[in-house]
């Protein structure tokens, strides 16, 4: 039986950003970053309000097609509450088309503001971490981002297909990242779409490819918890950066650089964005090199998950 949510309680949800693929987890390993949108929820009498600040509020819908309204009317549905009206306010700082997970975190922030709505109301009916996972998986199509955005740390993810039922369960376990590896992005101001850059990648690659990719995802589970020391060799790829550097010239450059300077960089998600994981300070000359190839140095935490008061 569906319940009513009462007028006037407020959460607000602090959703982190997130870097997919690491290099060779290609749609399996993600990593929460220190970069957080916040979603402020209230319910009202009736109607939809909704109000974005900061990072593409001229550009989203400001209605019920916004992916944070989508996201947190889904929550409400799961776990089986209702609103008779809605104000929600969006205060942004994920860049959007940048490869750092601004639509995953954009979905958990929804599904996890709804969480907190139904938590001070009837907290028998809370969504766990799974079921987040789930529910903001499936707008994405894949669990990388998602995941990283609900759980934080690093983690591995995965989907599966349920016996008799079309649609996969997505899942996620989390990694506790090695306290030394600090993360750097590079972002650049244009954007990238991440259905041109898989568009990119061949549907069929070489078993000798495969088979070196499968070693190093494996490798940087090993790095990201234990051994910062492995980090270079566990963040190489041959299945979809190489691929996608036709469309990423600016991204491919300092990927290079930052690599032939010692430094384990990789592109972060589809691009165009440069995540640079390391245990010593960013070299002050490669910072105002990058700088002077317009792009935002940016020195980030590896985060905890989405938090809701």
């Given at each position: 039986?569906t ?8 959460v607000?949800?602090?959703v982190p950003?997130?870097?997919a693929n ?7 390993l993600g990593l929460a970053?220190?970069l957080?949108?916040e979603?402020?929820v209230?319910?009202?009498?009736s109607g ?5 600040e900061?990072e593409?509020?001229q550009?989203?819908?400001?209605g ?5 309204v989508?996201?947190?009317e889904?929550?409400?549905e799961a776990a089986?509450?209702?609103?008779d009206g809605?104000?929600?306010v969006?205060?942004?700082?994920i860049p959007h088309?940048?490869g ?5 975190s954009?979905?958990?922030g929804?599904?996890a ?9 009837a907290?028998e009916?809370?969504l766990?971490?799974?079921q987040?996972?789930?529910?903001a998986s ?6 990388d981002n998602?995941s990283?955005?609900v759980?934080g740390?690093?983690?591995v993810s995965w989907?599966e297909?349920?016996?008799?039922c079309?649609q996969?369960?997505?899942r996620?376990?989390s ?8 993360a750097v992005?590079l972002?650049p101001?244009?954007?990238s779409?991440?259905?041109h850059t898989?568009?990119?990648l061949p549907t069929?690659v ?15 589970v090993v790095?990201?918890t234990?051994r910062p020391d492995l980090?270079?060799?566990a963040t190489?790829d ?7 550097a036709?469309a990423?010239p ?5 990927v290079s650089?930052l690599?032939s ?12 964005t440069?995540?640079?994981?390391t245990?010593?300070?960013?070299p ?5 090199a990058?700088?002077?190839d317009?792009l935002?140095v940016?020195?980030l935490e ?8």
């Amino acid at each position: 039986m569906t319940q009513t949510l009462p007028v006037g309680i407020s959460v607000t949800a602090r959703v982190p950003a997130s870097s997919a693929n690491l290099g060779a987890g290609f749609d399996c390993l993600g990593l929460a970053l220190g970069l957080y949108d916040e979603i402020t929820v209230t319910t009202t009498g009736s109607g939809l309000d909704v109000r974005v600040e900061g990072e593409g509020a001229q550009e989203v819908p400001w209605g019920p097609s916004h992916l944070v309204v989508r996201a947190l009317e889904r929550g409400l549905e799961a776990a089986g509450v209702w609103a008779d009206g809605l104000d929600v306010v969006c205060r942004n700082v994920i860049p959007h088309s940048r490869g750092l997970g601004s639509s995953a975190s954009a979905a958990v922030g929804g599904l996890a503001a709804a969480n907190g709505l139904v938590r001070k109301v009837a907290p028998e009916r809370v969504l766990d971490d799974a079921q987040l996972v789930q529910l903001a998986s499936e707008f994405e199509g894949h669990p990388d981002n998602a995941s990283a955005s609900v759980l934080g740390g690093a983690v591995v993810s995965w989907s599966e297909a349920d016996a008799g039922c079309e649609q996969r369960r997505y899942r996620a376990v989390s990694l506790r990242v090695h306290r030394d590896i600090k993360a750097v992005a590079l972002v650049p101001s244009v954007r990238s779409s991440t259905a041109h850059t898989r568009g990119l990648l061949p549907t069929l690659v070489p078993h000798r490819d495969a088979a070196f990719n499968v070693s190093r995802a494996a490798l940087a589970v090993v790095a990201l918890t234990e051994r910062p020391d492995l980090l270079m060799s566990a963040t190489e790829d041959l299945l979809h950066q190489a691929q996608r550097a036709p469309a990423l010239p600016l991204t491919t450059k300092w990927v290079s650089a930052l690599r032939s300077a010692g430094i384990p960089a990789m592109v972060s998600g589809a691009g165009p964005t440069v995540l640079a994981l390391t245990t010593e300070p960013f070299p002050d000359e490669l910072r105002a090199a990058a700088q002077a190839d317009d792009l935002s140095v940016l020195a980030l935490e590896v985060a905890d998950g989405v938090q809701v008061d």
